[in-house]
């Protein structure tokens, strides 16, 4: 018996578990209560075959449908899978891990992002989106780094936490829009040196905890194609799309 799990009767009682979003008592540590459970927003339904946009049920079920944001202008990626779309209560509990230091809540968070990935067949490379080395100093983690940790232990497949590099430092992105945000990504991230070979031909799940506009992923797409990958799919706890929030929850996933 390890001795973490020896242990978990004694921290329990003396730090009963608590949902991280109300306070609630929950049965394990790193879980939420059903209520919170029901107020996030978990894509369900139709989705877009290249980027799993939510597209509603009034196409009947089909496997087929491309939205029109990939039609004016297909992905470069193979895909995007994204556990919740950003609500509140998903905003806060990325803010708990990422400025709160909740690092406990990484692996039901990844738990979440497994499911939407639909089966990683063969050999790929889970890399995260990186942080400059100023931010990582200052905040301790990369939370995309813990979260894609837990994605290759639970998908089996290969951690290279250090595939990217961000050289260049960048100002806070909140509040720009795409092409600002686009202008101060450019050329901050880049493929590191001594990973070139094992890029080269791979295929990649590039990780990152929210998907915004999609700016850091291009950056990161782009610099994933000069270490010329063969593939890259993105995974993401959340990822905003507000005009995609009236399509509910899938109930069969539950964070545990």
Request: some cysteine; aromatic content about 4%; glycine content about 8%.
């Amino acid at each position: 018996m390890q001795i973490s799990a020896a242990l978990t009767p004694i921290v329990d009682f003396v730090f009963p578990p608590r949902c991280p979003l109300c306070g609630s008592p929950v049965a394990a540590h790193g879980g939420l209560c059903l209520a919170c459970w029901d107020k996030l927003a978990v894509p369900s339904g139709n989705c877009c075959k290249l980027c799993q946009r939510p597209m509603g049920e009034e196409y009947g079920i089909e496997s087929d449908l491309i939205c029109a944001p990939c039609m004016a202008e297909p992905p470069k990626h193979a895909g995007i899978a994204a556990a919740t779309l950003y609500n509140e209560p998903s905003r806060t509990l990325v803010l708990l891990l990422k400025h709160g230091r909740r690092i406990g809540l990484v692996p039901m968070m990844a738990r979440m992002i497994v499911p939407r990935l639909g089966g990683i067949e063969g050999e790929w490379l889970v890399v995260p989106v990186p942080l400059h080395r100023w931010r990582l100093m200052r905040r301790g983690f990369n939370q995309s780094a813990l979260l894609a940790g837990e994605l290759a232990k639970l998908t089996g497949q290969k951690l290279l936490v250090d595939g990217l590099v961000r050289p260049r430092a960048t100002p806070s992105l909140g509040g720009l829009n795409r092409k600002a945000r686009a202008r101060a990504l450019s050329g901050a991230i880049q493929p590191n040196r001594r990973c070139l070979r094992q890029l080269s031909g791979a295929r990649i799940l590039l990780v990152d905890d929210v998907m915004t506009s999609g700016s850091t992923t291009d950056a990161c797409m782009v610099a994933l194609r000069k270490a010329e990958v063969a593939e890259v799919r993105i995974a993401c706890f959340s990822r905003v799309l507000d005009e995609a929030l009236d399509t509910v929850r899938d109930p069969q996933v539950l964070p545990g």
